[in-house]
């Protein structure tokens, strides 16, 4: 009878994180440990999320194109660089013990939201802040590469680090930084 009350935890929580990802980020705090009480190890727990990210993703992606939010001018350089990092990052993953996976994850968020907090105007540019090109802005590729390689390694708190790279490097305001973000 308990697995019949999965479903409706499942469920919710999967309507809940595709829309704070969409908006935001950090949806993946809600599924990954929704997952774990319900018996999954941390790292199945942390790949059966990603099915539900890539969804998200490219539903998210087409509506932001749809209302020509999405910057496409840039996208392939910021394409590649997270390719790249996330390529190694999940390299590192497949390699690395089960016991690091939570202290990371930990860690990435509290330290992105500390940023966020207590230096807000490093990550959200001001209006009418110009936007950067990646050829241009040769820390962004650090930014890019590392993000990439968290998404990677772990992908739950992505969605913080990859808005601090794109808005804190690229400068593209936080509606634009959500569209490529997905």
Same mark, same amino acid.
């Given at each position: 009878m308990e697995n019949f009350l999965y479903w409706p935890l499942l469920v919710v929580t999967g309507i809940a994180a595709g829309i704070i990802n969409t908006l935001a980020g950090g949806g993946s705090n809600l599924t990954i440990p929704a997952l774990m009480v319900l018996g999954m190890p941390a790292?199945? %727990?942390?790949?059966t999320n990603r099915v539900a990210i890539v969804l998200q993703c490219i *539903?998210?992606?087409?509506?932001?194109?749809? @209302? !020509?939010?999405? @910057?496409?001018s840039d996208a392939l350089r910021i +394409?590649?660089?997270?390719?790249?990092?996330? +390529?190694?990052?999940?390299? *590192?993953?497949?390699?690395?013990?089960n016991l690091y996976l939570k202290p990371v994850m930990l860690a990435t968020i509290l330290g992105m939201t500390l940023l966020i907090l207590v230096r807000p105007g490093t990550v959200i540019p001001a209006p009418g802040t110009p936007? !950067?090109?990646v050829a241009d802005t040769p820390n962004s590729w650090a930014g890019l590469l +590392? %993000?990439?390689?968290?998404?990677?390694?772990?992908? %739950?708190? *992505?969605?913080?680090?990859l808005i601090a790279a794109l808005?804190?490097?690229?400068?593209?305001?936080l509606v634009r930084t959500n569209a490529l973000k997905l």
């Open positions: 790292d199945l %727990a942390n790949g *539903v998210g992606t087409h509506g932001f194109h749809r @209302e !020509k939010m999405l @910057e496409v +394409l590649a660089l997270m390719v790249v990092g996330g +390529l190694a990052g999940a390299l *590192v993953a497949s390699y690395t013990p936007v !950067k090109r +590392l %993000a990439g390689f968290y998404g990677g390694f772990v992908q %739950a708190g *992505v969605g913080f680090v808005a804190g490097t690229l400068r593209y305001d």
